[in-house]
């Protein structure tokens, strides 16, 4: 099975999980995975997002789907979920190995994960790859860490950036926006659906997709952010960690003159995407997990990848930014592509309408998705 194929029955397990969690909808504080899920043994007392990312984790490291792991009854039983079969024991196994690892090796610091050994294979190589060692270098665009570019400070790449999009002065002027167009991706089957993005800087943002069963719709307030879709184990999920920094940062780049203030750390690289030149700058703050900015020779941004730690490693979220087009006089991706462990996702836009009047309502936590 494709790894895209793999995403697509995750997907689908999930949504059995909705109905047996709606009641969790009304709770403020993020739950747990224990009280959401049945019989989890290792990875009990991180939220229920984290838990998510997990599973996306495991996906992407061993090349699995649901399924993959476990009982073949979850296509009509949610219960089934809990059964631990024996790919789900040797996980736990595997787990309590990893965590062995990192506690006694690296000082409990998340140095080994599953990726570490599986690389996309449910079964990790024991000899080594003479095809690999004499083979091509590869460069991976998307690598966490990088080797800077002493010589070169971020400033000038920022400046560049601004000044693609249109100038200082034009960014300042773009207070807000409201935004349509089509969403497709891993839930929709490929559809296009309608989907809204309500902007106000300089990070709140809520995105509503309209799908046949429901409004799905992601928010940010500034601060808080939730998640109330249909494929989400909770109809209402509260964002925490990883998931939240993103979701504050995708608020950001919408007004993107306040990126530099975001991180405390900035260091530049280059590398290459599809065989184009870019320049890479890495952003960083203490405690956190890094984000990396891809910029091509004319100084727009085309692509962001940023990482969510969670009880198993550190997982990534690429987000690649197209078809720009003037929107008072400021340059926006009409085109946007997010692909994570759990799915991919393209939101089109056809319209952007600037510095309209906004409630601020819109970025309220949402109620509960409720399908129709």
Request: include cysteine; charge should be neutral; aromatic fraction near 8%.
């Amino acid at each position: 099975m494709t790894f895209g194929g793999a995403v697509a029955t995750v997907v689908v397990c999930l949504l059995n999980l909705v109905s047996a969690a709606d009641q969790a909808g009304s709770e403020q504080k993020p739950q747990m995975s224990e009280t959401v899920f049945k019989n989890v043994q290792i990875l009990k007392g991180i939220p229920v997002d984290e838990f998510m990312d997990a599973m996306g984790m495991f996906a992407s490291a061993l090349g699995y789907d649901c399924a993959s792991c476990h009982a073949p009854q979850i296509a009509t039983n949610r219960e089934a979920f809990a059964i631990a079969t024996p790919a789900i024991l040797r996980a736990r196994g595997m787990m309590t190995m990893m965590n062995t690892i990192n506690r006694t090796y690296f000082g409990g610091q998340p140095r080994v994960s599953c990726f570490t050994c599986h690389r996309g294979s449910y079964r990790p190589e024991m000899a080594p790859s003479l095809a690999l060692q004499y083979g091509e270098l590869i460069d991976d665009p998307n690598a966490m860490v990088m080797v800077p570019d002493r010589q070169t400070s971020a400033d000038p790449v920022f400046d560049k950036y601004f000044r693609a999009l249109g100038g200082a002065d034009r960014l300042a002027n773009l207070t807000g926006f409201v935004a349509r167009g089509t969403y497709s991706g891993f839930n929709t089957g490929g559809a296009q659906v309608p989907v809204e993005i309500v902007a106000k800087g300089p990070d709140q943002r809520t995105q509503i997709v309209r799908m046949p069963d429901g409004e799905s719709v992601k928010t940010y307030d500034g601060r808080n952010g939730w998640v109330a879709e249909a494929w989400r184990p909770l109809a209402l999920m509260t964002l925490t960690g990883g998931n939240l920094a993103g979701a504050r940062l995708e608020g950001i780049m919408s007004f993107p003159a306040g990126i530099q203030k975001a991180f405390t750390q900035w260091q530049v690289s280059s590398t290459t995407i599809d065989g184009r030149p870019v320049q890479v700058v890495q952003g960083a703050s203490a405690g956190e997990r890094p984000v990396n900015l891809y910029f091509d020779e004319s100084g727009l941004l085309v692509r962001l990848v940023r990482w969510n730690q969670t009880a198993v490693g550190a997982v990534p979220t690429q987000i690649d930014y197209a078809d720009y087009r003037e929107v008072a006089g400021v340059k926006m991706p009409f085109r946007t592509a997010v692909t994570w462990t759990g799915g991919q996702n393209t939101v089109e836009l056809s319209e952007v309408r600037p510095n309209v009047p906004i409630d601020v309502a819109t970025f309220a936590r949402p109620a509960p998705f409720a399908r129709r």
